[in-house]
């Protein structure tokens, strides 16, 4: 079992929409949860950590944890052309503190 | 404040040659990690440097190498290059690691020939 898993892509949305993203993670007292984002061919640039259960907004971007099913999700609203990218979940796992990151999920946002 | 920085942007070598990656921390930051990332196996990691000091490895041959210097600058050398190891290397840094946010820098585009 991989230890990050993302819905596999690609993700298709109209412009204004939302895009829904999930991951799921194997390690059970994981504590630590990021999304990153990437442009072809750019390195990786986070937009969100997350620690705590529940919701954690940032403009148009909604990231949500659940520790007890081993889930987080981004949400990003009013999706831009702008927001086309492979997204890429990310968990810090407890034993030794490596990142580890999920395949990504690629969006692109439709004019 | 400067980002990540890592020098040289792009290689390329053949087989069997050797590779020396670089990269610079953001300032006041310790923790510096590497990663690689290929089409096919995605963002992987290969170790976690603190205070000059190797904490973490990933499962990658002894070919891959790295170190850190006192100035939290930090090096990564490949030995012997196979065709496989063509990849993007990316660094990132972080204050201390632990379950800290980590800032990627541009990565080093390395082609094995």
């Known amino acids: 079992q991989k230890e990050v898993e993302q819905n596999s892509g690609p993700l298709s949305v109209p412009e204004g929409a939302i895009a829904s993203l999930n991951c799921t993670y194997s390690?059970?007292?994981?504590?630590?949860f990021f999304w990153y984002r990437q442009y072809s061919g750019k390195s990786p640039e986070l937009i969100m950590s997350?620690?705590?259960?529940g919701d954690k907004e940032d403009g148009r971007f909604t990231a949500q944890l659940n520790k007890a099913s081993q889930y987080v999700s981004l949400l990003i609203r009013d999706s831009q052309p702008s927001d086309s990218a492979t997204y890429l979940c990310?968990?810090?796992?407890?034993?030794?503190?490596?990142?580890?990151f999920g395949a990504g999920t690629t969006v692109t946002v439709r004019a | 404040k400067a980002g990540v920085t890592q020098t040289p942007r792009y290689l390329i070598k053949t087989r069997g040659q050797q590779v020396t990656l670089s990269c610079s921390p953001i300032?006041?930051?310790?923790?510096v990690s590497w990663y690689q990332q290929t089409p096919g196996q995605g963002l992987q990691f290969l170790f976690e440097?603190?205070?000059?000091?190797?904490?973490n490895k990933g499962n990658f041959p002894g070919r891959f190498s790295g170190r850190q210097f006192s100035n939290s600058r930090s090096e990564m050398n490949v030995s012997t290059l196979e065709l496989g190891d063509s990849a993007l290397y990316l660094c990132?840094?972080?204050?201390?690691?632990?379950?800290?946010?980590?800032?990627f820098g541009p990565g080093t585009r390395l082609l094995v020939l």
């Open positions: 990132a840094s972080s204050l201390s690691g632990g379950g800290e946010t980590q800032y």
């Open positions: 390690d059970r007292v994981s504590q630590s």
């Open positions: 997350i620690y705590s259960n």
């Open positions: 990310a968990v810090i796992t407890s034993n030794d503190y490596k990142l580890s």
């Open positions: 300032s006041g930051h310790r923790s």
């Open positions: 440097y603190f205070s000059e000091t190797q904490r």
